[in-house]
């Protein structure tokens, strides 16, 4: 990301302590980079502990500061609960949590297994709420304030054809959002999220837009303004949900998609056309991106 385009003045989040999961890679690891330089100590999880190591180390190099790797599987309720101690006895209380890991793959439904279901529902629908309710907690008996923002889609308003694990999940973290803001709202936590469009990450394509082209992601020239997101507008956004000044945005999903949602629906419902070969090829090639990354795996 191009820092000198962050909106905020230097220093904004110096008292401010936020974990970003799934913060190793893509989106998390951009936010953590822009959090890192407007002043935050930055805390990032994921399963391949050696990938949020390195990422750690090459943000510090960049920017100085503190960020801190951990490896853990936010799918394992205890793990969460290890790591938070560990953050809490060693760094201090947290003011903040980006719940932005995530885990999605295109497949027509009726190819879809239990497990496969649950491979997704289970980073993204559990996780998120294993993550939130375990830091909710400590804020809640600590007295303390605290925001939490999370990564949605805006599939979340309109439904996800060929990604229904990811789109059912994304939904109920939405519903948390709204809830949460208001449950908890009277004990100073906050709770909002982001739908972005297309933002190229290594992930997200792999997964999403296999073949590299015609597809899914690609689609971006149906955005109306004919190109994919850029990082660091993302990375304001964030900034603006989660730095001190702006408290009283509580309970909103708000999307960064160059108006996609609106004009195509922002969805893969364009895959209707794709052949049973199509399908195939994509599978083979997801399938191979996702043993790359589970060989990284320390947890
Ligand atoms: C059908 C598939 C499949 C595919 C995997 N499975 N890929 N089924 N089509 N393309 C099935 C497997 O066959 C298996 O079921 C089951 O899913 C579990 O597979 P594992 O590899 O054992 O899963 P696991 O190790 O738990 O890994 C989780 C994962 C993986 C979700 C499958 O992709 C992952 O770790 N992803 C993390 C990163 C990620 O997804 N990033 C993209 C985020 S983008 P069987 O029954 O065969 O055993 C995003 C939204 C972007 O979220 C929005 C854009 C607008
Ligand atoms: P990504 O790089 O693949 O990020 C996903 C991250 O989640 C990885 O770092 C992964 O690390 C982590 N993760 C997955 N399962 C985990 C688990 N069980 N425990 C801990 N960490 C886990 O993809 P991305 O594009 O940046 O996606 C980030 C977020 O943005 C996701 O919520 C995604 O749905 C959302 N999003 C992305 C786009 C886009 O265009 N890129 C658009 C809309 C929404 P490990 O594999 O090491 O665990």
Redesign the pocket.
């Known amino acids: 990301m191009d820092t000198s385009k962050l909106m905020f003045r230097d220093g904004l989040m110096k008292d401010e302590r936020i974990l970003i999961?799934?913060?190793?890679?893509?989106?998390?690891?951009?936010m953590a980079e822009g959090f890192l330089k407007l002043g935050a100590e930055v805390h990032?999880?994921?399963?391949?502990?050696g990938?949020?190591e390195e990422t750690a180390a090459e943000l510090i190099e960049k920017h100085g500061g503190k960020v801190v790797p951990h490896?853990?599987?936010?799918?394992?309720a205890e793990a969460i609960t290890d790591m938070n101690d560990e953050i809490w006895s060693k760094h201090g209380a947290l003011t903040g949590l980006m719940?932005?890991?995530?885990?999605?793959f295109i497949s027509r439904t009726e190819d879809l297994s239990i497990r496969g279901f649950d491979a997704i529902s289970?980073?993204?629908f559990r996780?998120s709420f294993y993550m939130t309710h375990d830091i909710g907690k400590r804020w809640i008996d600590q007295k303390r304030k605290g925001s939490v923002c999370?990564?949605?889609?805006?599939w979340v308003w309109n439904g996800g054809p060929f990604v229904v694990p990811?789109a059912m999940s994304?939904a109920a973290v939405n519903t948390m959002t709204q809830s949460l803001a208001v449950e908890w709202g009277r004990y100073g936590l906050r709770f909002n999220a982001?739908?972005?469009?297309?933002?190229?990450?290594?992930?997200?394509?792999?997964?999403?837009s296999p073949d590299s082209g015609t597809s899914s992601?690609e689609r971006s020239t149906a955005n109306p303004m004919g190109r994919?997101?850029e990082m660091h507008e993302l990375v304001n956004l964030a900034v603006l949900l989660m730095a001190p000044g702006a408290e009283y945005i509580n309970g909103q999903t708000i999307a960064i998609?160059g108006g996609m949602y609106n004009a195509s629906g922002g969805n893969f419902s364009a895959l209707a056309a794709w052949s049973d070969e199509q399908w195939t090829a994509a599978r083979e090639a997801i399938e191979g991106a996702n043993a790359e990354?589970?060989a990284?795996?320390t947890?």
């Not at 999961?21 to 951009?30: A, H, I, Q």
């Not at 469009?197 to 792999?206: H, S």
């Open positions: 999961t799934g913060g190793g890679t893509g989106l998390g690891k951009e990032i999880c994921g399963r391949r502990g990938v949020c490896a853990c599987d936010i799918r394992v719940n932005n890991a995530a885990g999605n289970n980073i993204v996780g999370s990564i949605l889609t805006t990811s994304k982001i739908a972005p469009g297309p933002f190229p990450t290594k992930g997200a394509w792999a997964r999403l992601m994919v997101g998609d990354d589970k990284k795996r947890v």
